[in-house]
Every structure is written in structure tokens, then in C-alpha cells.
């Protein structure tokens, strides 16, 4: 499994030489940030019996009181499983609705949509009773389910849409390639995303897995970015420090798909943020969720991380 590095320090450190100061670099409109909510642990908040909603969603810890609505989209190969441990932490102020993608799990009879434009229509169509005018609902997607996330955001009517959108492990839609279907096999995307160690014991479970990200593969690889006007939900990108499947954590190309607030952060971790067995970025969620749009004490944002890159490249120069 990807090894996380915890604390703000992603990057390569600075070294103690002190270096004149770096000249300010360009950074895109950013939401207001405050300080950050306080962490809410799973044991915080008793377990409630997980629930499923038709065919699409599961509801990991219900909590039908909650201000505000989550919807969570899997990863390549994943399932609403992978968001328990998200939904428990952020209750009970925040219920999750996790996407139960068709061809696995209790889907496994149910055929996945022929290409990722009928995926999209589907699932916008399923989620659209959920999200009446007037309820509060964000969305979180990671990798392919970043892509998803957003373009089943694109596709609601106006007044169903989510207020936030939050992207992670992904590129932008207009830069999205089909690199995962083309240069990585299954085996290779499932060691990639640190979830090997987690199947490995089960044959059977790494067949599930491998099978359920061969079909999501496909899917993906039929994508095609059309230009449209930009969502009015505020947006955040997230990358993962250490991810090894992203050729930058620069996520900078998803402010052009917004015209609302927009962020991109760097937090400690690899491809995937949230799993099986860890949360995710429950903090900053937390924060983003209760109208604190603060960003996670343990994250860097972007135009740190590229300053902090830039004067420990400087610092290779004879010049200096």
C-alpha cells in the first residue's frame, strides 16, 4: 500500500540556509479559508444500521436528520463499501450516500452502462429525486468517480445541482486521456491504488476486483471532453502527495470548469484518500460541509507546494 507521510511537509523539506523570499506565484480564486473544524472520529458517533436505496446508493451510517447530503463516487474497480468509514466520521451533521456502481457487489447481475455517457444519464437520473430544491448536497468523487462526480453534476437540472463539488486523485475533464486503459492493466491499477495488500489474502476477492476494474476501465476509456459552460458549484481539487498515478499535483485546470469558489490541495496520502480503512480527508470535508470553508491543518495548498518545490530546486543551483 502507498505509504502516507503525515503533516503538511509533502514535499522535499527546505533546508535551513535561509534564501532570499520566492516572488509571488499566480494563484487561482480560492475559497475564503478559516480555521479548520475539528476532527469527528468514528467512535464519536454510535453506528446506525447501513441502509440501501434502490438500486444506487448505499447509506453506510443513516442519518435522515443530517443538514447536508454527501454523495461519494468510487474509484476505478470500487464500490460504496470503500466510503463506510467516511460516512461515520462525518456524521451526524453530514449524511453519506455512496454510489453502488452496477457489475460488483450486491450489483454483480446488474450490467454496467455501454459507455461513460449512458453511466453518467443513469446515475444522474437515479440521483435526481435525492436532491430536492432547497436541500443542502455535495458530491465527492475519487479518480474515475472524480470524473463521474462532476459530469453527473453537469448533467442535473440547475436547481438540483450540488453546492460543492470536491475532486480528488484526478485530472481535469478537458485533460483526462485514456492513460489508465491504455498503459495500465488491471493488475498494475490495483497494486497502484494501494489496495492490493487489502485483497491479496482472498483470490477470489482479487478476481472481484480485477474484474470490476477491467469493466470500469472500458468505461472510462470512451470518455470525451466536450467544452460547456462551467458548473456555478464551488469546486475543490485534491491530490494525494504521493500519488503515483497523477503526472502532477498541479490540479489547476479544474478552475476553468467553475465559475464558482475554487481550491486545489495537496494532502499527505496516495491515490485513493478514502478507503475501506481510512476516512479520507474528514476535516476538510468537515469544514467545507458546515459553510467553514477552512482547509485541513495537515493539507498544502497548491501555490505553497509550488513554492516549496521551487526554492528546494533553487537550492541545487551553484548561482544561489
Known amino acids: 500500500m502507498t505509504s502516507t507521510t503525515p503533516g503538511p511537509t509533502a514535499r522535499p523539506p527546505l533546508t535551513a540556509r535561509p534564501r532570499p523570499a520566492a516572488a509571488p506565484l499566480p494563484t487561482t480564486p480560492a475559497v475564503r479559508r478559516a480555521p479548520a473544524a475539528p476532527a469527528v472520529t468514528p467512535s464519536a458517533v454510535p453506528a446506525a444500521r447501513p441502509r440501501i436505496e434502490g438500486d444506487w446508493f448505499l447509506l453506510p451510517a443513516p442519518r435522515p436528520e443530517a443538514a447536508v447530503r454527501l454523495f461519494c463516487f468510487p474509484h476505478a474497480g470500487g464500490d460504496a463499501t470503500a466510503f463506510t468509514p467516511l460516512a461515520r466520521a462525518l456524521a451526524p451533521a453530514t449524511e453519506v450516500w455512496a454510489l453502488r456502481p452496477p457489475a460488483r457487489g450486491g450489483r454483480s447481475r446488474d450490467p454496467m452502462p455501454a459507455d461513460f455517457a449512458a453511466l453518467t444519464a443513469e446515475v444522474a437520473a437515479a440521483i435526481a429525486p435525492h436532491l430536492a430544491p432547497g436541500r ?17 453534476a453537469r448533467a442535473l437540472p440547475a436547481d438540483r445541482r ?20 491504455k498503459d495500465l492493466d488491471a493488475a498494475e491499477l490495483l497494486r497502484l491504488t494501494g489496495l492490493e495488500e487489502l485483497v491479496s489474502a482472498d483470490s477470489e476477492l482479487v478476481e472481484l476486483a480485477l474484474a470490476g476494474i477491467r469493466t470500469d476501465l472500458a468505461v472510462s476509456a470512451t470518455y470525451r471532453h466536450h467544452p460547456h459552460p462551467p458548473l456555478a458549484s464551488a469546486l475543490y481539487a485534491l491530490a494525494g502527495a504521493e500519488d503515483p498515478m497523477l503526472a502532477t499535483t498541479d490540479l489547476s485546470g479544474w478552475a476553468a470548469h467553475t465559475r464558482g469558489a475554487f481550491d486545489q490541495l495537496v494532502l499527505p496520502g496516495g491515490h485513493l484518500l478514502a478507503t475501506v480503512d481510512r476516512p479520507g480527508p474528514v476535516n476538510l470535508l468537515t469544514s467545507l460541509l458546515s459553510g467553514r470553508a477552512a482547509a485541513d491543518p495537515t493539507t498544502v495548498s497548491t501555490a505553497t507546494a509550488r513554492a516549496t518545490a521551487r526554492a528546494t530546486a533553487t537550492e541545487e543551483q551553484p548561482s544561489w
Request: aromatic residues 14%; proline residues 8%; without cysteine.
Open 136 to 152: 443542502r448536497a455535495a458530491f465527492y468523487g475519487q479518480s474515475f468517480g472524480a470524473l463521474l462526480a462532476y459530469e453527473v
Open 162 to 181: 450540488p453546492e460543492l463539488v470536491v475532486v480528488a486523485g484526478a485530472p481535469s475533464p478537458a485533460e483526462w486521456t485514456e492513460r489508465e486503459s
